[in-house]
């Protein structure tokens, strides 16, 4: 875990309020991003947007349009597109790494859905939360009342990884597929180190049932990009499993497999209409939003 100033200690009251301010200020330099850009729209499809006017409710008013425009829009959602959104966080051991950055993944991926969670709320959309390893671990479920952030975020700061080794991503998708009632918007955040095949089985599978499926795939930076030299020992934080290697001499093929690995998520996740946003604990945060904007324009 990070340390008492990266916001993420359970023990103080305080560090909730410090990831509220970590999130708006990653929803800030996101929305700033949107004033030179020419996308529109965020988790959901409007099916109208009209000028506000006298009379209409506030609360409907698209902030979104309006850091964008410097006008009031009002947004018409179409029923069917109202979903329940869920922030789905891989507890597993391998998410505790970093090698020379300030985040572990698991950090970086708190932060993000944060931030996620704040734009989403700002939205007036529904979000809830769901921690997997092995199992499902635990869950809040949606809401878009005034206070789902903070109960959000409180949950966020007590969460921490399964020290004990593996994670089950497949097993722990099918459980949560049979606790969703209704049409639900699912936003994964994991490293998806294990083989591909039931991955992308239990990903289809939520597609299948209906539900809108979003993949972050966040690893390390040192995991994308193999920075090491010489003779170096590798250690898998799961199986406990140790190698030693000639970095020098493995750094290309392994930048390939990586590569690979990625690609074959990434096809498989667009094959079925799943959006799949890779990522690393190197790239800012309003990027990665960015990221995210973009995977969801595209299926619209």
């Known amino acids: 875990m ?31 991003g949107l004033h030179a850009s020419p996308l529109h729209g965020f988790s959901v499809q409007f099916s109208e947007h009209r000028r506000y006017t006298m009379g209409d409710d506030p609360k409907n008013i698209d902030w979104l349009a309006y850091a964008k425009t410097d006008r009031y829009y009002i ?3 179409e029923a069917e597109t109202n979903l329940a959104g869920y922030i789905v966080m891989d507890l597993s051991q391998s998410m505790d790494y970093t090698y020379r950055q300030q985040l572990t993944k698991f950090d970086y991926s708190i932060c993000l859905s944060a931030a996620l ?11 809830g939360l769901v921690t997997f390893d092995k ?3 635990s869950s809040v479920p949606p809401r878009s009342r005034r206070g789902q952030l903070a109960t959000i975020l409180s949950q966020m700061t007590k969460l921490h990884v399964n020290s004990s080794g593996e994670t089950d991503l497949h097993a722990s998708l099918f459980q949560l597929a049979s606790m969703l009632r209704h049409r639900s918007l699912i936003m994964l955040f994991s490293d998806l180190l294990a083989d591909p095949a039931p991955t992308l089985q239990s990903l ?9 499926v979003i993949v972050f795939h966040i690893l390390d930076e040192a995991e994308v ?7 170096v020992q ?15 001499e493995i750094g290309d093929d392994y930048r390939n497999k ?15 209409r799943i959006d799949y946003v890779p990522l690393h604990t190197a790239m800012p945060y309003d990027k990665a939003l960015m990221e995210y904007l973009l995977s969801r324009r595209s299926r619209f």
């Open 204 to 212: 289809r599978m939520l597609r299948g049932g209906g539900h809108d």
């Open 135 to 137: 199992k499902i671990r």
């Open 258 to 272: 990586i590569q690979a690995f990625r690609s074959e998520l990434e096809t498989g996740c667009m094959q079925s």
């Open 117 to 127: 969670a704040y734009l989403m709320l700002m939205q007036q959309d529904s979000v």
């Open 225 to 231: 990009t193999f920075p090491f030299t010489g003779v």
């Open 75 to 77: 947004k018409k959602f």
């Open 2 to 32: 990070v340390a008492v100033e990266q916001y993420l200690k359970p023990e103080l009251a305080s560090q909730i309020k410090r990831l509220d301010l970590r999130a708006k200020m990653i929803v800030r330099g996101f929305l700033q």
């Open 234 to 248: 590798l250690n898998d934080p799961e199986s406990r499993q140790k190698l030693t290697v000639n970095a020098d």
